[in-house]
């Protein structure tokens, strides 16, 4: 003969029931946490990168430049002797200078490539000869 024998939990369902009141709460509370440490904060973002550029009768120095695509970029261009400008027509970007001051170009390169910027302000015989080179890279 068979006899059905009853299990009752170790501990009453009363008692589990508040344990999980207490342990879903604290579980979404230490899983939100988590998520917002793995989360990069917006005010973590670098600053711009600041590149400094002086403007003389007939050249730039540096010549060359070299930033990342995507990189926000500042260059700020100072002019020693007469004004000057500083343009990337490829880039959509302009800054003019006036003798002994300085001008800021701020942009975030989309693309890739070397483009060729220009004094954008007439300064003398060698004004067309006057360029600097922004090398683009991933």
């Known amino acids: 003969m068979s006899k059905w024998v009853?299990?009752?939990p170790s501990q009453p369902v009363e008692d589990s029931r508040m344990k999980m009141k207490f342990a879903l709460p604290t579980l979404f509370?230490?899983?939100?946490i988590a998520?917002?440490?793995t989360v990069p904060s917006v005010?973590?973002?670098t600053a711009p990168r600041r590149i400094e550029v002086t403007a003389k009768r007939f050249d730039f120095a540096p010549a060359e430049i070299t930033v990342k695509k995507g990189e926000p970029v500042v260059i700020v261009l100072k002019s020693v002797d007469v004004a000057h400008?500083?343009?990337f027509r490829d880039l959509g970007v302009n800054v003019k200078v006036d003798k002994g001051k300085t001008g800021e170009l701020a942009f975030t390169p989309k693309k890739t490539g070397n483009f060729v910027g220009?004094?954008?302000?007439?300064?003398g015989s060698g004004h067309g000869s006057m360029k600097l080179t922004l090398h683009v890279v991933e």
């Open 6 to 8: 009853r299990v009752y």
């Open 29 to 32: 509370v230490a899983m939100l």
């Open 35 to 37: 998520a917002l440490l």
């Open 43 to 45: 005010h973590s973002q």
């Open 85 to 87: 400008g500083l343009r």
């Open 118 to 123: 220009q004094c954008s302000v007439f300064c």
